[in-house]
């Protein structure tokens, strides 16, 4: 569950993390966004409505020293200094990257990286004066371009042909 609390003039999210149950907070204008919890390192997103979704489980944490608990403070009370503040796991300018879907992520991660290969590889060449190394980087680079844009055609045809398939048709 969170709540939003404003704390000095900045809005919060406060949230229980479903690893470890800790209460987190975080700046609100990481609403939507993958955030860490510095208790166990759990990596939860921030869904709708108050809600978040555990990612990827953390480690639990190590087992407290053998004093009586502290009663829970109640539950629409402002976080205070003994409340850690979870950590965005990614830069703000990123937000729209985040909110694709991983397997699109992975994509443009991948794409990148050729192109960043691409360019120092072309660099290197350039610098050494050796034209092979110039132009060989760019055709692979185009090569496995067309390569994936013929697969995603495929792909997309395939779709097409079978959501038309599934169609019922009309008389008319």
């Not at 990481?30 to 919890?37: D, L, N, S």
């Not at 691409?118 to 660099?123: D, E, G, I, K, N």
């Not at 132009?135 to 395939?158: M, N």
Request: a positive charge; glycine letters at 6%.
């Amino acid at each position: 569950m969170m709540k939003a609390a404003p704390e000095e003039g900045f809005p919060l999210i406060q949230f229980a993390c479903p690893s470890c149950k800790a209460t987190c907070s975080v700046d609100d204008k990481f609403k939507g966004r993958k955030i860490k919890c510095p208790k166990c390192g759990a990596r939860v997103v921030h869904v709708r409505d108050g809600h978040v979704e555990l990612l990827t489980a953390g480690t639990a944490p190590a087992p407290a020293p053998t004093t009586p608990p502290a009663a829970e403070p109640p539950a629409n009370a402002a976080p205070s200094e003994a409340t850690p503040v979870a950590t965005a796991v990614v830069p703000h300018m990123v937000g729209e990257f985040v909110k694709q879907s991983e397997s699109k992520q992975n994509v443009l991660i991948v794409g990148g990286l050729i192109a960043l290969f691409t360019a120092v590889l072309s660099f290197l060449g350039i610098i050494v004066d050796k034209p092979i190394l110039v132009v060989t980087p760019i055709g692979v680079a185009l090569t496995i371009l067309a390569v994936w844009l013929w697969l995603r055609k495929k792909k997309l045809e395939q779709k097409v042909l079978s959501g038309a398939k599934t169609e019922p048709t009309r008389k008319v």
